[in-house]
């Protein structure tokens, strides 16, 4: 029986949902036969370090957001030789940074919104862009700190509010349209969801929170965007030289009824792994359960 140590927790904006994560991932890999020891990663390294010696069979990654899906902790594995599941330090470096993962995106030839990377002081001076816009940190996940500013708002972005994810931020045109996710396991795209907020957007409450998201799974696309979107996340996910699963984020403006409609927002290479949670749904859809999906994870962990 391999044993596995599981982290999740951490530092990040997504604390909260990285735990539901790991008690799911922990549950799963059980039920595959894993001898799993759950790790809660707060602020002192010298735990996570302790429950790693001696040294486990693998470390499945469960954690979200910085510090745990940017490369820091891929980094800390490497060193102690100790294989991990998900993608590695450059992978996880390059996709948390919105701004140079688009930069290789586009190198790619996948369309993505036009963006700038500028200083919150700038965006708090006034209009950047043409409203309407999305200002988004430029390394955070599940939708943390997104604001959209539409016609008619009196209020700009971090008016009022602290503001803890940085100085730097990107911000976007807003994609008018359907949002579209999909996931990645290994060399297979496995479906196209459609997200349907019932109130405002697809932000971090309606992301977790139970009855706010219709999910849509396969989502009522026309054939070739459907598949489109699908060699489109396959793509994404090489160009980041991403492993075991991934997730990119679409939107998807239907008023052109063709893939020329179609922009990729980003690409998480951890993605949750909740009861809500896209890429287990989008597996159960194929006929994957969840224990034989973080079993397969589990197989894929790797160092270096």
């Not at 010298?46 to 469960?62: E, G, Q, R, S, Y």
């Amino acid at each position: 029986m391999k044993r596995v140590v599981l982290l999740m927790g951490g530092r990040s904006a997504e604390r909260e949902v990285s735990l539901v994560s790991g008690r799911e991932c922990a549950a799963g890999l059980a039920e595959a036969g894993y001898k799993v020891t759950t790790v809660d990663v707060r602020d002192d390294l010298t735990v996570v370090l302790k429950a790693l010696n001696p040294k486990p069979d693998l470390v499945f990654n469960a954690l979200h957001g910085r510090y745990g899906e940017d490369g820091t902790i891929q980094g800390v594995l490497d060193w102690l030789g100790i294989a991990y599941t998900h993608s590695g330090v450059l992978a996880s470096a390059l996709a948390m940074d919105k701004t140079v993962a688009k930069r290789l995106f586009e190198s790619a030839g996948l369309r993505c919104p036009a963006g700038q990377l500028v200083h919150r002081s700038a965006v708090q001076a006034g209009d950047v862009l043409a409203r309407p816009y999305v200002v988004k940190p430029n390394n955070e996940g599940s939708s943390v700190g997104v604001t959209i500013v539409r016609q008619g708002d009196n209020a700009l972005p971090f008016s009022g509010i602290d503001w803890p994810f940085g100085d730097q931020v990107l911000v976007e045109p807003y994609i008018p349209g359907r949002e579209l996710t999909v996931g990645v396991m290994g060399d297979r795209p496995l479906a196209v969801t459609e997200l349907r907020p019932r109130q405002g957007f697809y932000d971090y409450t309606a992301k977790y929170t139970e009855g706010r998201t219709e999910h849509l799974v396969p989502a009522p696309l026309p054939p070739a965007v459907y598949e489109a979107a699908l060699q489109s996340a396959l793509t994404a996910h090489k160009v980041l030289g991403c492993r075991g699963v991934s997730r990119a984020d679409f939107r998807y403006d239907d008023s052109k009824d063709n893939p020329s409609g179609l922009y990729l927002l980003e690409v998480n290479t951890q993605p949750g792994m909740t009861p809500l949670s896209l890429v287990p749904e989008q597996a159960r859809y194929l006929g994957i359960s969840f224990s034989e999906l973080v079993g397969w994870i589990a197989e894929q962990a790797r160092c270096g």
